[in-house]
């Protein structure tokens, strides 16, 4: 059981890693990468998973820390999905330009959110015990 909480937490932290560095590639640019969702839906999925494990085992589980921690992981979820839906409008509609023309991304303020919320959760999880 030790070795599937260990997977289910790597993996975990991997899809905080790809919304944190998917974020940071298009930076100047920010918009919902597909690649942050899908780091979105890695860690609701394995929070979820963790959560059960964590149920299973023989220590207490702090259920107002899951609480919070599952409130931020679908807030994260929903704006990751908004913000991707909106930035495949936005490129399906948008003639080719040239590169001389910037655009603002209408899934820029979805990105900020996505990881503002997603480094609180983080938070959540390390400063609350």
């Not at 023309?101 to 919320?117: E, Q, R």
């Amino acid at each position: 059981m030790e070795i599937l909480r260990e997977i289910l937490l790597t993996l975990h932290l991997l899809g905080m890693a790809i919304i944190v560095g998917g974020y940071f590639t298009v930076i100047r640019s920010p918009k919902v990468m597909p690649g942050m969702l899908h780091g979105a839906y890695l860690q609701l999925l394995t929070g979820l998973l963790l959560m059960g494990v964590a149920e299973m085992g023989d220590g207490t589980v702090n259920h107002m820390k899951i609480g919070i921690k599952l409130v931020v992981a679908i807030l994260v979820t929903v704006f990751a999905f908004i913000g991707n839906k909106k930035q495949k409008a936005f490129a399906a509609s948008a003639p080719a330009e040239s590169g001389a023309v910037a655009v603002k991304t209408p899934s820029a303020t979805m990105a900020h959110l996505v990881v503002v919320f997603a480094v609180i959760n983080v938070i959540v999880a390390v400063f609350i015990h």
